[in-house]
């Protein structure tokens, strides 16, 4: 089949829909990876009122919120739906930005939940890590003193060697003294 009759795009080729959708609508998030961060989602995901304050955050939060409301402010003006100093369009965008600095706020809040979970989870890594440390530094200790005695017994074991010597050479030399004398008389009689 050749590339004119397909219905999937080039490489590096998009269709205009999906350059407008790019452009439109918010892109998604990626999800949590952190285990807490995926728990707390979880159990956010579990109040009507979170994902709806969610959506609303998301959207509020995007290009398209902004499209819109540039279109709009167009069309209000440009139609004459009100006269000028525009006092309905004054007070609906008032009652507007009251509620998203609600949810502005209710977003920060979720954020700040989301950094005391991380928060939380690394204070328990760095308890477990401190743990850990310690146990290397008590190994450490045990390694050290068993090294020192190694060494004492070495040490120890190294002048018993000598002094083994030493008492095998007098014996060796007494015997030698032992053996001349008695045969000494005896060889000077013959």
């Known amino acids: 089949m050749s590339p004119e ?11 205009a829909a999906g350059r407008l959708h790019r452009w439109i609508l918010p892109t998604k998030l990626p999800e949590p990876v952190n285990p807490a961060l995926v728990k707390e989602a979880e159990a956010r995901a579990e109040s009507a009122q ?27 003006i440009g139609f004459g739906v009100e006269k000028y100093p525009y006092g309905l369009l004054t007070m609906i965008v008032s009652l507007e930005a009251i509620f998203l600095s609600t949810f502005v706020m209710i977003s920060q809040n979720r954020a ?18 401190d743990r850990q440390n310690k146990q290397l530094l008590d190994l450490s200790e045990q390694i050290l003193a068993l090294t ?17 010597e030493q008492l095998l ?11 001349r004398r008695s045969d000494g008389p005896a060889a000077t009689e013959t």
């Open 5 to 15: 009759t397909t219905n999937e795009p080039t490489a590096g080729h998009r269709p």
């Open 148 to 164: 020192k005695e190694v060494r004492a017994f070495a040490g120890t074991a190294q002048a018993d060697h000598k002094q083994n």
């Open 112 to 129: 700040d939940a989301k950094r005391q979970v991380v928060a939380d989870e690394q204070w328990r890594t760095v308890q477990e890590e």
């Open 50 to 76: 979170n994902r709806i304050a969610d959506k609303i955050t998301a959207f509020a939060g995007s290009m398209t919120f902004v499209y819109i409301h540039v279109i709009w402010f167009g069309a209000w």
């Open 169 to 179: 050479e007098l014996a060796r030399s007494t015997l030698t003294e032992v053996r």
